[in-house]
Nanobody, 120 residues
Framework: VQLQASGGGLVQAGGSLRLSCAAS????????MGWFRQAPGKGREFVGS???????YYTDSVKGRFTITRDNAKKTVYLQMNSLKPEDTAVYYC???????????????WGQGTLVTVSS
């Protein structure tokens, strides 16, 4: 599976962005898809994930602001980010793995990352 993340950019605090992660390969629906982020000088942080059936799981800091959806026909997963805060500034990565998980090591495939910058 190859993953290509896109949609990052510069946005003001309170604004919105939608990230996309396009997957190649034949078994997209069999994978849970996760979003992680890495802020400058910090470790990689779990954001949320979605399984093949649409079940989701989010870290507390983004609940109510971020929404993950997937379009299995397009082999694409989305991260809709609303009410963005400066602390959301990071490189965002998508990943594919066998089950819903907040642990990066459980994901087998990773995209290249897309930068989100939230200005105050």
């Amino acid at each position: 599976v190859q993953l290509q993340a896109s949609g990052g950019g510069l946005v003001q605090a309170g604004g919105s962005l939608r990230l996309s992660c396009a997957a190649s390969g034949r078994t997209f629906t069999g994978y849970s898809m996760g979003w992680f982020r890495q802020a400058p000088g910090k470790g990689r942080e779990f954001v949320g994930s979605i399984n093949g059936g649409g079940g989701t799981y989010y870290t507390d800091s983004v609940k109510g602001r971020f929404t993950i959806t997937r379009d299995n026909a397009k082999k694409t997963v989305y991260l809709q980010m609303n009410s963005l805060k400066p602390e959301d500034t990071a490189v965002y990565y998508c990943a594919a793995g066998p089950f819903l998980s907040a642990v990066a090591a459980t994901y087998d495939y990773w995209g290249q990352g897309t930068l989100v910058t939230v200005s105050s």
